[in-house]
């Protein structure tokens, strides 16, 4: 047995460089990454390159059309990757998933290739089936891996790494649309085959449920899961505060480029860098949480989550009220106005508090489901998060449309925070007691 003082020598994420962490790190570091340069690389050529043109869609279409396509599989097979994930040995599911990508990248490359966005679309759509299959295996495959004292770093580094690679994804996938097309063709095939390559040194985990009977009825099946996750309390109570944390992210990221150009009169170099900010934020938050945490899940620090993303999204809309701009600057010349920094602080901030709230909710999630139901607990999350961020496209568009204002919006979401807290102390004696004994100890 470890001592606290053998923990400390060896540091906290000591385990992140061992084969039962580092290869699904990478594995799922990659495949959040491809996603993001492939969908990215997509609509910008969608955008400004006129892919599509001649299509029976205009341009915006296309794109509303793409998200849908790329979100359309939680709804559909989140309850079957669950099955899946609990019938066999996820580290091989995980390879031929990975190996599924390769398929679909060589495909896009042919669709890249003929200037096909109708064969891109579809690719759009299996990419997203892909991420489906892997992501309750991701989570679900964790506590096997670490043991209980290392679970909520792990899940930190999993979420810093995560939006990490989305950042990079949308960044490479904005520079290579411009580039010529072999550049884009051979980055989504390398990447795939980096994840393929990665997931093979994934240690076997041997299968929760081999007799687990696969159910192909689509809504049948979600139901059922949907049904048996909403009948145990906890379960229930951290995914709606997990889809809480897609659904703000959902709004502040969809809304920010029009919202870089219209409050803060910056170009698209000043939206990149609030982007950068928000990500970054998020990633530190995940990894101080985890440090605060010494290593056991404190559901306290939902609180400070829940209150830091109240304020700092409450002095972001203080901060650009009434502004309103129509000429735009580059990023050097919006570091120079006076509230650029409080502004670029409210941004790091606000994903900062984000990741603080999120990480603990992650390890709630994994810790209260059995090791025969963590898989489809996973994957009734994937369901509601993607229930939750197409109610943010929906109430964003509504707010919009009858008000026409962006901080309008970011209002409403900071005060939603506030009530989402109450829910949380309330729905369950989990989060209430833990924070009853952090004031005690305190």
């Not at 989570?139 to 989305?166: H, M, Q, V, W």
């Not at 010529?180 to 076997?204: C, E, N, R, Y």
Request: proline residues 3%; aromatic residues 14%; contains cysteine.
């Amino acid at each position: 047995m470890s001592t606290p003082d053998t923990i400390k020598r060896t540091g906290q994420f000591a385990f992140a460089r061992s084969r039962r962490f580092a290869p699904l790190f990478a594995t799922q570091f990659l495949g959040a990454f491809n996603d993001n340069l492939f969908k990215t690389a997509l609509f910008v050529l969608i955008s400004f390159y006129g892919l599509g043109s001649n299509a029976w869609l205009p341009a915006s279409q296309m794109l509303n059309l793409g998200a849908l396509l790329f979100i359309l599989p939680y709804f559909l097979f989140s309850a079957l990757s669950g099955q899946l994930s609990n019938k066999f040995d996820k580290a091989i599911l995980a390879r031929w998933v990975k190996l599924g990508e390769i398929a679909i990248m060589l495909l896009a490359a042919f669709g890249f290739w003929w200037h096909s966005a109708a064969v891109l679309l579809m690719c759009l759509f299996l990419m997203g089936l892909q991420s489906t299959l892997f992501g309750p295996l991701k989570y679900a495959i964790l506590p096997d891996y670490l043991k209980s004292r290392e679970l909520l770093s792990g899940n930190s580094l999993i979420e810093s790494g995560t939006f990490l690679a989305i950042l990079l994804g949308q960044i490479l996938g904005t520079l290579l649309a411009g580039a010529d097309t072999h550049w884009i063709i051979a980055s989504v095939l390398l990447v795939a085959a980096l994840g393929q390559a990665s997931s093979l040194f994934m240690p076997k985990v041997a299968a929760k449920a081999p007799n687990t009977a696969i159910d192909a009825h689509v809504f049948r099946s979600t139901w059922q899961l949907l049904r048996a996750t909403w009948a145990q309390k906890e379960l229930m109570v951290a995914i709606i505060g997990i889809s809480w944390f897609w659904f703000i992210g959902s709004v502040y990221t969809t809304q920010l480029p029009t919202y870089t150009r219209l409050n803060l009169g910056g170009d698209e170099s000043v939206f990149n860098l609030m982007l950068t900010l928000f990500s970054i934020g998020i990633g530190l938050g995940s990894i101080v949480c985890a440090k605060l945490s010494h290593e056991k899940l404190h559901l306290s620090l939902v609180v400070p989550g829940t209150l830091g993303m109240t304020v700092f999204g409450l002095c972001l809309v203080w901060l650009t009220h009434g502004q309103h701009y129509t000429v735009t600057q580059n990023w050097a010349d919006f570091l120079l106005r006076a509230n650029a920094w409080p502004i670029m602080g409210c941004i790091t901030a606000l994903g900062l508090f984000g990741g603080f709230f999120s990480v603990p909710l992650y390890t709630w999630l994994q810790t209260s489901s059995s090791d025969e139901f963590r898989a489809h607990a996973v994957a009734a999350n994937n369901i509601v998060n993607g229930l939750f961020m197409v109610a943010a496209a929906l109430i964003s568009s509504v707010l919009i449309w009858l008000f026409d204002s962006i901080n309008l919006l970011y209002l409403v979401v900071a005060v939603g925070n506030v009530v989402l807290l109450l829910y949380l102390l309330t729905a369950t004696s989990s989060v209430r007691d833990d924070v009853n004994a952090f004031f005690w100890r305190h």
